[in-house]
């Protein structure tokens, strides 16, 4: 039996504007951000997504910020196991870091 295929799976394309688009929000507001704030700019990330992939799955609000959480938490996990990495004494696989895990 075949493990079950999700139907919403960000695209490499997808992931990229995405981040893109987050970090261009968050150096626009700068650092006293609000709930206010934040609303409208996760508005227009789904739009610039939703724009910028038509042909792509859409998703609301609530799922796109549950995929950043995602995303955040995998690129958190790569960047402590490349910390790991660099304390150990020798011996062990090397752990390169991707652009990308560098972005979020």
């Known amino acids: 039996m075949c493990p079950e295929v999700k139907d919403k799976v960000l695209s490499a394309l997808q992931v990229e ?16 951000i609000t709930k206010e704030h934040k609303k409208p700019a996760w508005v227009e990330i789904v739009e610039a997504l939703q724009q910028a ?16 959480c995602n995303i955040k938490a995998m690129a958190n996990s790569k960047i402590a196991e490349y910390s790991r990495s660099l304390k150990e004494t020798g011996g062990g696989t090397v752990v390169i870091l991707k652009p990308f895990d560098l972005k979020c």
Do not use: A, M, N
Request: aromatic fraction near 12%.
């Open 17 to 32: 504007i995405f981040i893109d688009e987050y970090i261009l929000r968050k150096e626009q507001k700068g650092p006293g």
């Open 53 to 68: 992939c038509p042909d792509e799955p859409t998703y609301d609000i609530k799922d796109t910020k549950k995929k950043f």
